[in-house]
């Protein structure tokens, strides 16, 4: 049998294993906070326009053909209005 899996030995194997988990979580928190802080500065910074230009405009169009569902009933366009 492997000596990390002896009945005394298997605790402190399972315990190292916690704690690699635990400083991985750390170091990707520590991590993912850095580059927040780092992100919120860089927007104070940011010189700010009083009003953005719009950069999409949506326009409706009328003029579309109007789509006719095919069903099985003789009802005309203008019956179903």
Known sequence: ???FLQEGVAI???LAVALAVWLGIFAFLWRLDRQVRELRRRLEQAPRDKQA????????R???PETVAATN???TTE???
Do not use: G, N, Q
């Not at 230009?53 to 409706?60: D, F, G, L, Q, Y």
């Open 1 to 3: 049998m492997p000596d």
């Open 12 to 14: 402190y194997v399972a």
């Open 53 to 60: 230009a719009p950069r999409v405009t949506i326009e409706s």
């Open 62 to 64: 009328k003029s579309l």
């Open 73 to 75: 009933d003789l009802m």
């Open 79 to 81: 019956d179903r209005r």
